[in-house]
């Protein structure tokens, strides 16, 4: 009698052993299914975590820039024997230091270098941000690399693009509050900028005007020719598109 007891007891802890351990078995193949086909199944804290270094990377890491300067350089030489390209450099991150300053000051003067283009674009950033409530800060500039990515050439105008990546404090702020960015953690970033010499204006003229934007640099209405000298709805003075100069005409995020 107390051995066939004893046999059961035996066998239901077996079976309990055994059931336990399929259950343990079927639940990590689960697991290991889930993260095998993306489903969440991270320890708790983990996806913050990984999200958190994830949007990191964007102020730790160097934006590359297309650097495309030993194929171009020598066909911009030929087409433009006293091109100095380290000159060049040097107003190109000159001029991008001082727009992105502008912005933060929310003041025009503060451009350097730019043409009218690209002072009519800076206007219309810093009224948007003002219609909008934000301010947006950029400090502690520093510039990483400066190279040609793309140049462009045609008997009415030639068209080389920089691309300059850098290290700054970006965020914008609204009522006070940082609603964008970091006040304390540099941001990684990287800008393209045009630079443009007008070799003929009556042949980019002809083949399209809106090319060059022809706009009152003032109150921005359109103007009906490149030649006129006052604004026919403000009477701003109007100068005409500087040729045979390089000028810097666009500044953008890339």
Not at 23 to 39: A, I, K, V
Not at 45 to 58: C, D, I, P, S, V
Not at 129 to 140: A, P
Not at 163 to 188: F, W
């Amino acid at each position: 009698m107390i051995g066939n007891y004893f046999n059961q007891l035996l066998f239901f802890l077996f079976a309990s052993v055994a059931v336990m351990g399929i259950q343990y078995y079927l639940h990590h193949r689960r697991d290991d299914n889930n993260l095998f086909f993306g489903e969440d199944q991270l320890p708790p804290g983990m996806e913050n975590t990984l999200r958190r270094q994830a949007a990191a990377e964007k102020y730790v890491r160097v934006k590359p820039v297309v650097n495309n300067t030993p194929i171009f350089l020598p066909r911009i030489g030929k087409d433009f024997p006293d091109f100095n390209f380290t000159e060049m450099q040097r107003r190109v991150t000159t001029t991008l230091i001082s727009y992105l300053r502008a912005i933060d000051q929310e003041d025009i003067s503060l451009l350097v270098g730019g043409g009218e283009e690209l002072r009519q674009s800076l206007s219309l950033h810093l009224n948007m941000l003002k219609d909008s409530g934000v301010h947006e800060n950029f400090d502690d500039i520093k510039i990483n690399r400066t190279e040609i990515s793309r140049y462009f050439s045609d008997p009415g105008r030639c068209t080389i693009t920089f691309q300059s990546s850098l290290e700054c404090k970006h965020n914008k702020i609204v009522d006070g509050e940082v609603r964008e960015g970091s006040e304390e953690i540099g941001y990684q970033t990287r800008f393209e900028i045009d630079m443009v010499y007008i070799q003929d204006r009556d042949l980019v003229e002809s083949d399209s005007e809106r090319v060059l934007g022809f706009n009152c640099p003032n109150c921005g209405a359109p103007l009906n020719t490149r030649h006129v000298r006052k604004c026919e709805y403000c009477g701003a003075a109007i100068e005409e598109y500087n040729i045979k100069v390089w000028t810097i005409t666009a500044i953008r995020e890339a």
